[in-house]
């Protein structure tokens, strides 16, 4: 065990901060104009200035104690500050060199008893496959919009011992991911999260708790992780199978998975096998239907692909 390790061991949990040890609208502010900070759209930022939405977080996250968090976009460190007095360590991971440089010195500053549990990475959080320190329990975050979904995601995959989320996003983008079959907005996202947990809607949050107000409301999505459904098709094979069914949502399966499959033939032969109707649509099935038709997709078909979607267009 490192000094830092036993540190973090040793340090009393104290519960929710005080607001003396929160960040509030004017120190945002203050903080934000010493570092020359100016919240870009390049990077999604819009910073939490209320300690009651990030005690909520903390509070619905249900994290504790034993937890080792890892938190995606710190900013100026307003969730990390609500984090630090509740769990064993936050695994801090933030892009920004500006911001990167000066939480270390906020959390001095206003936990120096916590400041033990705090480790920071600076770096895309797209690009994270280890962390350091003790293995991540949960990821908690307000997380920039553009990236939501595919840090969600790719936090999943890389990080097993990961078994809760609850993160901030865009609320439409918590709705498509709580999103069930048969719905509107049920697609990619819905049917990929699903794959490792379930998800569910955890409430809303308005526009005046961030600096500065973004133009849409937010929400909170919870994830708790479970079993993958069993098949013997990887996740990659079942994840361009959806992929494919969505290039063209409204599409009947046998025409939608004709390129995946190989042909049209090929694909109702797939999805007959799988027992599905080819004239189902995607947005019809759950998860465990898409893994039964990955499944059944015939031998040959391994060289066709689907046309990749963009880096963070997840929908």
């Not at 630090?84 to 801090?92: D, E, I, M, S």
């Not at 509107?184 to 409430?203: F, H, Q, R, T």
């Not at 069993?230 to 063209?248: G, N, P, Y």
């Amino acid at each position: 065990m490192t000094k830092k390790d036993a540190a973090m061991t040793a340090a009393a949990t104290t519960g929710p901060a005080d607001d003396a040890a929160l960040l509030g609208p004017a120190q945002v502010r203050e903080l934000a104009e010493r570092l020359e900070v100016r919240p870009t759209k390049q990077w999604g930022q819009n910073f939490v200035v209320d300690a009651n939405t990030v005690r909520k977080i903390v509070r619905v996250a249900g994290v504790g104690a034993s937890d080792v968090v890892v938190e995606v976009g710190p900013g100026l460190g307003s969730l990390t500050l609500a984090l630090l007095p509740v769990v064993k360590a936050v695994t801090a991971v933030e892009v920004d060199p500006r911001l990167a440089g000066a939480l270390e010195d906020t959390v001095r500053r206003l936990q120096p008893d916590n400041a033990a549990r705090l480790r920071l990475v600076a770096a895309d959080a797209l690009t994270v496959t280890k962390l350091p320190g003790p293995d991540p329990t949960a990821l908690v975050a307000n997380l920039p919009y553009n990236i939501s979904v595919p840090v969600v995601l790719s936090f999943l995959e890389h990080f097993p011992t990961i078994d809760r989320v609850l993160v901030m996003v865009q609320l439409e983008v918590a709705e498509r991911l709580a999103a069930r079959p048969g719905g509107k907005i049920y697609g990619v996202p819905s049917l990929k999260a699903a794959w490792y947990a379930d998800v569910e809607l955890a409430g809303r949050v308005g526009r005046n708790v961030f600096w500065p107000a973004p133009n849409v409301d937010s929400g909170l999505v919870s994830l708790r992780r479970r079993k993958p459904p069993k098949t013997s098709a990887s996740r990659e094979e079942v994840f361009r199978c959806i992929d494919a069914a969505f290039l063209q949502r409204r599409k009947a399966l046998r025409g939608a998975l004709a390129s995946w499959a190989g042909s049209a033939d090929a694909a109702e032969q797939a999805l007959v096998a799988a027992g599905i109707d080819p004239k189902t649509r995607g947005e019809q099935l759950d998860i465990t239907a898409f893994a039964r038709i990955a499944e059944a997709r015939p031998a040959d078909a391994a060289s066709a692909r689907p046309k990749a979607r963009r880096r963070g267009n997840a929908s």
